[in-house]
């Protein structure tokens, strides 16, 4: 006799409304929900300086836009959903989703930062690649604290363009361009 584990697929809306008994967050993907591990104290530090100097350019150059640490989703595609690390979205998109049950965009925030786990970088440097780029986010940075390295992938002509930045060499944002941070000062942030 052979037994099969079914797993329940789900849909959009399934995974917009799905609550659960614990505070783990999820991703769906391909209709399957993908419950995201706690960050490690060292991704967490990162977060936090990326996010703080963000939100100093963005005050220091009157933008109207928001930054997010991992708490506001991007939908895709069909069955789809992903949290980034960090988010930049405009003041528009911001108060869109504020009422919603589920903070989740359906339209492309202005730039994206993965943190690459070491269990799974398949996730960031593929899947999330091909997904974001479909979906037109502009700007994606993939940081691997593992690699020490960062990759800043920018979108052309639907396709990401990618360079990677080592050591004391400068981050070249589209988004940011006049921010000045190192990748040395971007993985050891305290």
């Known amino acids: 006799m052979m037994v099969q584990t079914l797993t329940k697929t789900y849909s959009f809306e399934d995974y917009l409304n799905y609550k659960d ?4 967050k999820s991703e769906l993907f391909n209709g399957e929900l993908i419950q995201m591990t706690p960050a ?3 991704h967490s530090d990162i977060v936090d300086f990326i996010q703080e100097q963000f939100k100093i350019e963005i005050r220091r150059l009157t933008l109207d836009w928001v930054v997010r640490p991992g708490t506001v989703g991007v939908r895709t595609g069909i069955r789809k959903s992903r949290i980034p690390d ?20 359906e339209e492309p925030p202005l730039l994206v930062v993965e943190i690459v786990s070491p269990n799974n970088p398949d996730d960031d440097y593929r899947y999330k690649r091909s997904e974001y780029a479909a979906l037109g986010i502009s700007e994606y940075w993939i940081i691997d604290p593992q690699a020490l390295k960062i990759s800043i992938l920018t979108l052309v002509s639907g396709l990401y363009e990618v360079i990677e930045i080592i ?6 944002s589209i988004t940011f361009p006049e921010l000045k941070l190192t990748v040395e000062q971007i993985l050891n942030p305290f």
């Open 167 to 172: 050591e004391k060499d400068p981050i070249n």
């Open 86 to 105: 960090v988010l930049v979205m405009t003041e528009t998109q911001h108060q869109m989703i504020r009422t919603l049950s589920s903070a989740i965009l």
């Open 21 to 24: 008994d614990t505070d783990i």
């Open 40 to 42: 490690s104290g060292w």
